[in-house]
């Protein structure tokens, strides 16, 4: 299983923008799709955004289009969301994630991620 460490998080004030960093430890990070997922307490955990293993495609929910954009880098092995517009419903715990399978598109559904990080707090003030 990949490692995942997530960052970035923190509070902002509602129309600001954060980016979160997703820290991978294996090198055959590169050969799996990528997730963000989001949990506020109470309610299920929700797909957020996902890219490709090559970052070619990418796919976001629709309460967050035009406001986030997922992105990676494989050089590096780091995910990224970059989140702005950012609105007090957008306030969760954001967790990232890595396909359970190599070279598979973008994934949806949380039973297809295999690894997960421990989550990174995101609070917005309104």
């Known amino acids: 299983q990949v490692q995942l460490v997530e960052s970035g998080g923190g509070l902002v004030q509602a129309g600001g923008s954060l980016r979160l960093s997703c820290a991978a430890s294996?090198?055959?990070?590169?050969?799996?799709?990528m997730g963000w997922f989001r949990q506020t307490p109470g309610k299920e955990r929700e797909f957020v955004a996902g890219i490709t293993w090559t970052g070619s495609d990418t796919r976001n929910a629709d309460s967050v289009e035009g406001r986030f954009t997922i992105s990676r880098d494989n050089a590096k092995n780091m995910l990224y969301l970059q989140m702005t517009g950012l609105k007090p419903e957008d306030a969760a715990v954001y967790y990232c994630?890595?396909?359970?399978?190599?070279?598979?598109?973008?994934?949806?559904?949380?039973?297809?991620?295999?690894?997960w990080g421990q989550g990174t707090q995101v609070t917005v003030s309104s």
């Open positions: 294996e090198r055959t990070f590169s050969q799996y799709a």
């Open positions: 994630a890595a396909a359970r399978r190599a070279f598979s598109g973008v994934q949806v559904s949380q039973t297809e991620y295999g690894s």
